[in-house]
């Protein structure tokens, strides 16, 4: 490992933390709290907002639009409900407003938090400035602070492919997506990965004419084909076309420019939004200084969220192995209990995934296509979701799946739903294949009714 000069003037020496943790997104934040209740003192550094892009540039501002754009399409179509209202409409710039109300109020949630578990919070750029034996010296802005262990959760950021044109078109992402101030007549969207669909659902229930471009043969990337299937359906009803298999080559004279096997296509968009994935943030954060092993251009763990450098760990999107905030928040977990000496390992066997479009898609588990490139035997169980007196109630003239994938015993080995308030009603799936449940032990429990939930004892019992 190459010596580094380390300016020694900056550093103070006062204080040497048990845990500094450069990002303060979901992961970082609650892992900074969840060391901070085991006693350890924690410095937590964050060179943007509080909260990382889920609070500030993701999870949340989407789910507040595409709230309010739920709300707006069971206003409009509110003879369905035998309810009767004229001139509905949706006022963006209130709606804009009120999503950053939003974001300030649970920022500002976030930082009493940290204060309340006496979390030092540096609101700078930090950087890894090299390793004293055992101590990490961390920069940032005009001092340098030293810690015995270091958590990296950086977080990822838009990932924008080099489409001939593009730039000088001009493009979103979903940035700017989220800062809209005026509705488009229409919209291209490149990609519909989780974050594309989403944009779909938004703007296509707003009245936007929307066409999405997308390489592979179905939308919704790893979600079960099935459930993917439904949802396509779903949007083309309302208008929306899809071009599946299909391959972006440029933009020329205001025209976006395909290919597929039919051969090549033109799309005109008002907007063209760039939802193909995302990417880690290494840079600047100084792992070459420590020859932090990467791969495919994130920062590669062991089991216990550890880079090659003893004590430095990297959790959430920076590893890229599943860039979701609540994956990132129980990475934490383990690489703090780690750093205490309690070695569990991180177990991605249930991550859950939703997608908030409308209609809804929730999943945990395996997926039917996975079981088949594994050569896993399987049984499939499933029922509409209209077999739930409530979905019924509150979906009209919508059917919904839920489906249920076991192995011959009976094992629960993965859950798939599409229809409204899937992401509420997960939960006792995911516990079911994090815990290796049958389906007789899911149905044993008593579910209240009339429930959603209740559709996952009826696919059990069925």
């Not at 369905?80 to 509905?88: E, F, G």
């Not at 898609?361 to 594994?374: N, P, R, Y």
Request: contains cysteine.
């Amino acid at each position: 490992m190459t010596n580094k000069i380390i300016n020694t003037s900056k550093i103070n020496y006062a204080m040497i933390y048990d845990i500094a943790i450069i990002g303060a997104g979901p992961g970082g934040a609650d892992s900074a709290e969840f060391a901070a209740r085991q006693g350890l003192s924690v410095v937590l550094f964050e060179k943007n907002k509080v909260g990382g892009v889920c609070l500030n540039e993701g999870c949340v501002p989407t789910k507040a639009l595409l709230h309010s754009a739920h709300l707006y399409t069971h206003a409009s179509q509110g003879k369905k409900y035998a309810l009767s209202a004229s001139n509905v409409s949706l006022d963006l710039g209130k709606l804009m407003s009120r999503k950053k109300k939003i974001l300030k109020k649970l920022g500002a949630g976030i930082k009493l938090g940290l204060n309340n578990h006496n979390v030092k919070l540096v609101e700078a750029e930090a950087r890894l400035q090299g390793k004293e034996g055992d101590i990490f010296n961390i920069e940032a802005g005009e001092e340098v602070y030293k810690a015995k262990h270091t958590i990296l959760a950086t977080g990822s950021e838009a990932f924008v492919p080099p489409i001939e044109g593009l730039a000088d078109y001009g493009y979103w992402t979903a940035r700017e997506a989220l800062e809209v101030e005026e509705l488009p007549e229409s919209l291209i969207v490149i990609g519909a990965g989780v974050i594309g669909m989403e944009f779909v659902s938004f703007f296509s229930s707003l009245g936007v004419s929307v066409s999405v471009v997308e390489m592979q043969d179905k939308v919704l990337g790893a979600i079960d084909r099935e459930i993917a299937l439904e949802v396509q359906k779903a949007f083309e009803k309302k208008g929306v076309k899809f071009y599946l298999s299909t391959r972006v080559t440029g933009v020329k004279d205001g025209r976006l420019q395909a290919e597929n096997s039919e051969g090549t296509l033109e799309l005109e968009g008002e907007k063209i939004l760039v939802s193909v994935g995302r990417r880690a943030i290494t840079r600047g954060l100084g792992l070459d200084r420590l020859e932090v092993a990467l791969s495919r251009g994130a920062v590669q763990t062991d089991s216990y969220m550890q880079t090659n450098v003893k004590g430095l760990y990297a959790i959430g999107d920076l590893t890229g192995q599943s860039m979701l905030a609540h994956t990132a928040t129980r990475e934490g977990v383990i690489a703090v209990k780690h750093i205490m000496g309690q070695k569990e390992e991180m177990s991605y066997q249930a991550i859950p995934g939703i997608v908030y479009c409308d209609p809804e898609v929730a999943s945990v588990g395996q997926t039917e296509e996975e079981l088949q490139a594994k050569g896993i035997d399987y049984i499939v169980k499933k029922v509409p979701m209209t077999m739930s007196g409530r979905f019924v109630i509150e979906n009209e003239m919508v059917n919904g799946l839920c489906k249920i994938l076991t192995d011959k015993a009976g094992v629960i080995l993965g859950v798939h739903l599409v229809g409204n308030t899937s992401s509420e009603i997960l939960v006792p799936a995911v516990m079911a294949v994090q815990d290796g449940m049958t389906l007789e032990q899911l149905s044993s429990y008593v579910f209240p009714h009339p429930t959603i939930a209740e559709i996952l004892r009826v696919v059990a019992m069925s």
